[in-house]
């Protein structure tokens, strides 16, 4: 069975600063990988996603992602963050294995001070 | 509608009470799921419909809990005798077929006392 880590569960930025959040995952197979943001008060919204391709992944709101085979990882990156970023970031995974199951980690929650 | 609708969007159950949650998803999707995600933790797969048919049911924690979809379109997650455990935020997701976006609803927050 796949899992997926996300290392920073809290994260607080001032507005401007980059952003990195980590995750990792495990499973030998081939996989699909997901970014979701869940902002206060709101439902998981998709902010990106990878099938195949270009391993480097850009989403909605200047976000951008990359899937790092060897290391099993798909860190998600903004070069500025805005303090409407403020949200809860999971990260997911899908095996293809696996039906259309998503897998989540754990979270991040982001805080960007103004 | 336009997104996923659940409903209620809170539920208070005293602990041994049957509840039932309610899922409205996006109009033609085929696929649906329930989540189950607990205080500070991600989303955890419960049970999974395609169209009425539960193609997979082997996150669902016990026997106390059953989901069904009899048209292919609504679906209701039911628990049965609630305990303490059972306190969660309850997401349901469709997609329109496979290998495409899951949209989520805002969820159920399950609380039982």
């Known amino acids: 069975a796949q899992s997926v880590s996300q290392h920073n569960h809290h994260v607080i930025l001032s507005e401007a600063a980059s952003l990195e959040l980590g995750c990792n995952y495990s499973y030998g197979g081939t996989v699909n990988l997901f970014w979701y943001v869940q902002y206060p008060g709101q439902h998981l919204q998709l902010l990106l996603k990878y099938f195949s391709g270009d391993p480097l992944v850009k989403g909605i709101k200047g976000f951008e992602a990359e899937f790092i085979k060897s290391k099993f990882s798909f860190n998600l990156r903004k070069p500025s963050v805005q303090w409407s970023d403020t949200a809860e970031y999971f990260c997911?995974?899908?095996?293809?294995?696996?039906?259309?199951?998503?897998?989540f980690g754990g979270g991040t929650r982001l805080m960007v001070k103004p | 509608g336009a997104g996923v609708s659940q409903s209620p969007r809170y539920k208070v159950a005293k602990r041994g009470q049957d509840v039932a949650l309610r899922c409205d998803p996006i109009s033609g999707h085929v696929s649906l799921f329930w989540y189950q995600q607990a205080l500070g933790q991600g989303p955890e797969f419960l049970t999974y419909f395609q169209n009425e048919a539960q193609l997979d049911k082997s996150g669902l924690p016990s026997d106390r809990f059953f989901a069904e979809r009899p048209e292919g379109s609504v679906s209701t997650l039911k628990i049965q005798r609630t305990q303490q455990e059972d306190s969660a935020v309850y997401l349901c997701a469709s997609l329109r077929r496979s290998n495409t976006e899951a949209f989520f609803g805002q969820g159920t927050r399950l609380t039982v006392v």
């Open positions: 997911a995974v899908n095996a293809n294995n696996a039906g259309n199951m998503l897998t």
